[in-house]
């Protein structure tokens, strides 16, 4: 198997916690939380181990939460490399109403980063990186960062010959993306961002991707619709992988399981339609763990078993040129 690394420049303590009604105004009393470590790259390591893989966590972390999330990750044996900041890594919250289900999600921005921290980063992925590894920028900027850090990254990636796979938003998505990738994981909204339009619709994806292919240094882009399955395109190809209706927990790193099941599948040799087969199912079972849970190995076998089995539309369809 491939070399992975995983990157994450803002990672999280993710805490959850249930309670039974929520209204403003009030003390409420939330259940005992749950403390799980997170951000884009380090959720994608922490499926990998749960599937049987292995990763490099590279992340930038400080302060007492810096040193927490670091704990967590060494009760999990997930091998990591600290870059220390001077700023506390964040503590995300979400909550669970368990009156009717509903869950509510604060994300906080990260600690603001000087030029000196970000600058190492970038020098110490560029010393573990080697070719043909597998490289996952995952997740968001820290305030102070520049915007086409990740567009950095790829100079790093392609200079190294490595496999550069990019999962972020806003305009550090369309630097990086313009900077050369292999793949990239965006939703609808993402997508009408990266090819110029307001919006997108399924009429329409196609073409649109197929053109923002041809313009630009990217070879895969991966559509993710949700509940709906994902979307593979490729100069050649165009496979929907449609995802098995589940009883849905909480949908808090489905994303990034998705990409970790790619990751692997790649990582293996599988192909490109496997490969998003693989992530489909890994999403869905994110979705039916609680909280801050990601996905279950034993879940994802049996929800790829179905779609490989059940589902037409995860079978490749050759586009003619």
Not at 163 to 190: M, W
Not at 203 to 217: D, H
Not at 239 to 266: C, E, N, R, W, Y
Request: net charge neutral.
């Amino acid at each position: 198997m491939k070399k992975i690394i995983t990157l994450t420049v803002n990672p999280a303590i993710d805490k959850s916690t249930t309670v039974a009604g929520i209204k403003p105004n009030s003390k409420l009393r939330c259940t005992h939380p749950r403390y799980e470590a997170g951000g884009g790259g380090i959720n994608v390591s922490r499926v990998l181990n749960e599937l049987g893989g292995t990763s490099l966590c590279l992340y930038m972390a400080g302060g007492a939460t810096g040193n927490q999330l670091r704990d967590i990750l060494v009760d999990l044996d997930i091998l990591q490399q600290v870059i220390p900041i001077t700023g506390s890594v964040r503590e995300n919250l979400s909550v669970t109403d368990t009156t009717n289900g509903q869950q509510y999600r604060f994300g906080m921005p990260g600690p603001v980063v000087i030029e000196s921290e970000w600058k190492n980063t970038l020098g110490q992925l560029e010393a573990v990186l080697s070719e043909g590894d597998l490289l996952v920028a995952s997740g968001s900027l820290c305030p102070g960062m520049p915007i086409d850090f990740f567009a950095q990254v790829s100079k790093i990636a392609q200079g190294e010959k490595a496999i550069y796979i990019l999962d972020t938003s806003g305009e550090a998505l369309l630097k990086g993306a313009r900077a050369g990738v292999f793949l990239l994981k965006p939703n609808l909204g993402e997508l009408a961002a990266l090819c110029g339009v307001a919006t997108i619709s399924f009429l329409e994806l196609e073409s649109l991707a197929k053109s923002f292919l041809a313009e630009n240094p990217c070879e895969v882009l991966v559509v993710s619709l949700g509940a709906q399955g994902a979307i593979l395109i490729t100069r050649d190809i165009v496979t929907h992988i449609a995802a098995p209706i589940v009883f849905q927990k909480s949908t808090i790193g489905a994303g990034d399981s998705m990409v970790a099941g790619m990751v692997f599948a790649l990582a293996q040799g599988k192909s490109l339609p496997e490969m998003v087969t693989y992530g489909v199912a890994c999403g869905t079972a994110a979705t039916m763990t609680a909280g801050t849970e990601l996905c279950k190995k034993k879940d994802v076998e049996e929800l790829n078993k179905w779609i490989m089995t059940n589902s037409e539309s995860s079978k490749k369809i050759k586009i003619n040129a």
